[in-house]
């Protein structure tokens, strides 16, 4: 069975320190997908990112940027020098890389608040 | 503009009165599927249709309906709420997915956050 664990419930830090989203999980399928998703305050959920199982290079968005490792079954996630609007939940997910139910399997989420 | 829409974005009922949750993409895909989201515990798939009349329970089927009568409509149908379907509702619809890309796989709608008293 798949599983997606976020050890990390909550998070407080102070604007412009950076700070790792951990993100841990298990399958036994040889291909797959990774997530993330930001749930600001409003409710919608943001995509983030995507990475295939077959591409571990990491990933630089701007301030956003991803670790993934097979080795560990992490995709960990570091927002470098984080901002007030970055508060939010955030999720890390799961799928199956084939064309039947493949539903997300969602971690239970990180709640980041950055103080000003 | 690709997307998902759901209606209504917000509901307070009270427990027994039956009620429906839309949702409808434009974008022709075959699978949509529903889930919930509560407190601590993330994002939770309800029921999945792989098309047109064939629909199927997820994890957390119980207290709900579906229906798949057209290609474009998802709704979503608790005929006898209760406090404990109090939750915030995505909708999700997806298309073929580009393997070697790094986009999203599935469009969620907006959300539905509903109260059942």
């Known amino acids: 069975a798949q599983k997606v664990t976020q050890a990390q419930t909550e998070i407080s830090v102070v604007e412009k320190e950076d700070v790792t989203l951990d993100c841990v999980y298990e399958?036994?399928?040889?291909?797959?997908?990774l997530f993330w998703y930001k749930q600001p305050p409003s409710g919608e959920l943001v995509f983030l990112i995507r990475?295939?199982?077959?591409?571990?290079q990491n990933e630089i968005s701007g301030r956003y940027s991803w670790n993934f490792q097979k080795s560990t079954s992490s995709f960990n996630f570091t927002i470098t020098a984080s901002q007030v609007v970055d508060s939010a939940v955030y999720f890390c997910?799961?799928?199956?890389?084939?064309?039947?139910?493949?539903?997300?399997?969602f971690g239970k989420g990180t709640r980041l608040s950055v103080i000003a | 503009e690709a997307q998902v829409t759901q209606n209504p974005r917000y509901l307070i009922t009270v427990t027994g009165k039956k009620l429906t949750v839309t949702c409808s993409q434009n974008?022709?895909?075959?699978?949509m599927s529903w889930y919930r989201q509560d407190p601590g515990l993330g994002l939770r798939q309800i029921y999945y249709?792989?098309?047109?009349?064939?629909?199927d329970k997820g994890d957390v089927p119980e207290g709900y309906k579906v229906s798949r009568k057209e290609k474009r409509n998802f709704p979503l149908i608790l005929e006898s709420p209760s406090p404990n379907q109090t939750s915030l509702y995505f909708c999700?619809?997806?298309?073929?997915?580009?393997?070697?890309?790094?986009?999203?796989?599935?469009?969620f709608g907006p959300g539905t956050r509903l109260t059942v008293l």
């Open positions: 999700a619809s997806r298309g073929l997915v580009d393997v070697g890309s790094s986009t999203d796989t599935q469009y």
């Open positions: 399958t036994r399928d040889t291909t797959y997908y």
């Open positions: 990475r295939n199982s077959f591409d571990e």
């Open positions: 997910a799961l799928s199956e890389a084939d064309s039947g139910n493949t539903p997300l399997v």
């Open positions: 974008m022709n895909h075959e699978y």
């Open positions: 249709s792989m098309n047109v009349e064939a629909t």
